[in-house]
């Protein structure tokens, strides 16, 4: 069985942090994390608040420098990261995207190949687009 979408983008946001995981549904594991939580982040925002649009910039370009370090920018094999914006935004229950925007602009801007799902289907990639 080939996954499709190996490799998904989850984000986390608090009203204190953001967290962004890449993980691979093939092994069932985050391969990649960032956050304002960690403590090398804190401490570069310390002036900023840590669940801000600049905030979220800052997790999604640490995020996509850890990516390249795995050699992950890509997706793996090529496939892209796969991000449902519509789904984060919708669990969160959140009615302002731009924080979530913010951090995969950010990753895209980076030079991360981003697939964006519209459909919420796991399995099909009819819906998909690249960005």
């Known amino acids: 069985m080939t996954l499709t979408k190996r490799y998904i983008l989850r984000l986390f946001m608090s009203l204190k942090y953001?967290?962004?995981?890449?993980?691979?549904?093939?092994?069932?594991?985050?391969?990649?994390?960032?956050?304002?939580?960690?403590?090398?982040?804190?401490?570069?925002?310390?002036?900023?608040?840590?669940?801000?649009?600049?905030?979220?910039?800052?997790?999604?370009?640490?995020?996509?420098?850890?990516?390249?370090?795995?050699?992950?920018?890509?997706?793996?094999?090529?496939?892209?990261?796969?991000?449902?914006?519509?789904?984060?935004?919708?669990?969160?229950?959140f009615k302002n995207r731009a924080k979530i925007l913010a951090l995969v602009d950010a990753l895209k801007n980076h030079g991360v190949k981003l697939v964006l799902d519209d459909d919420g289907k796991d399995d099909d990639t009819s819906g998909s687009h690249q960005i």
């Open 18 to 93: 953001i967290s962004a995981n890449v993980i691979d549904r093939k092994r069932g594991q985050i391969v990649v994390s960032a956050s304002t939580a960690e403590k090398s982040m804190k401490q570069a925002m310390e002036s900023v608040s840590s669940c801000n649009v600049k905030a979220a910039e800052a997790v999604g370009e640490v995020l996509a420098m850890r990516l390249k370090v795995e050699g992950l920018d890509q997706g793996g094999e090529g496939n892209g990261i796969h991000v449902d914006v519509n789904k984060e935004v919708e669990k969160r229950g």
